[in-house]
């Protein structure tokens, strides 16, 4: 049986305030983290957005990835700040996200 190796999360959208948004941050909710103590598990663990896009001879696969790493929780209902080596378009809003179970602190 093969070993689980990430878990799915949702794309919800930049951080902001009320009068600024923050690009550089994403937020994302992990499928079964509801509190802020669930959310400490995934610190640190690597984030990865897989987008379709033309194949092309350099990309034969006709996939993108995107990858980021989960830096802090975010208020108290289990969602995540991540950064990702470059910032999500808006685009991938609502897009579903792979979140690796490594590197691991266990």
Not at 53 to 78: D, Q, R
Not at 89 to 99: E, I, N, S, Y
Request: glycine residues 8%; positive net charge; hydrophobic residues 35%.
């Amino acid at each position: 049986m093969a070993e689980k190796l990430y878990s799915k999360g949702v794309v919800l959208g930049y951080r902001r305030s009320q009068a600024t948004q923050y690009p550089n941050i994403s937020l994302l909710k992990i499928e079964g983290v509801v509190s802020r103590p669930d959310t400490e598990f995934y610190l640190g663990k690597r984030v990865v957005l897989v987008s379709k896009v033309a194949k092309t001879e350099k990309n034969p696969s006709g996939h993108k990835l995107t990858w980021g790493k989960i830096c802090k929780a975010h208020g108290s209902s289990g969602v995540v700040q991540a950064r990702f080596r470059r910032n999500l378009p808006p685009k991938a809003f609502g897009a579903p996200v792979r979140v690796m179970l490594y590197p691991s602190s266990i």
